[in-house]
């Protein structure tokens, strides 16, 4: 079972993602800030963090900063995808340290790919 956690406060964004990730071995943790979202990975065994770009006042950029600086390395290693608004966020996310990049709205089975590939990516690195 894969532990996923996904973080936004926008309901639409949240139904998409967990409709697109609802999979059996899936497990959805959906909070709906950064700072609970940095929370749970450091409080549990996750397999991938999925970000909205805009969450309340932590956006995407400041949580991957805040998880790729933390000391634990169960914690730092975690990947990390975040939901774009433009393709011009890409550039902030993946100079925080984010493992790969959405746009929204992505297209059916995209989102799903790309948190399986990273996942299967991070475990040969471990």
């Known amino acids: 079972m894969n532990r996923i956690v996904l973080a936004t406060d926008s309901p639409w964004v949240a139904e998409d993602v967990v409709s697109e990730l609802n999979g059996s071995d899936f497990e959805m943790l959906v909070v709906d800030s950064g700072f609970q979202a940095v929370d749970t990975v450091r409080k549990?065994?996750?397999d991938a963090v999925v970000l909205d770009m805009q969450i309340?006042?932590?956006g995407a950029p400041a949580v991957v900063a805040e998880l790729r600086n933390d000391l634990d390395e169960r914690v730092s290693a975690v990947p990390v995808i975040c939901l774009l608004d433009r393709v011009a966020d890409k550039w902030i996310c993946k100079k925080m340290g984010a493992t790969e990049c959405v746009l929204k709205?992505?297209?059916?089975?995209s989102l799903e790919r790309v948190v399986r590939r990273v996942i299967r990516e991070s475990t040969r690195v471990r």
């Open 44 to 46: 549990g065994d996750v």
């Open 56 to 58: 309340g006042s932590m």
């Open 105 to 109: 709205p992505f297209e059916p089975g």
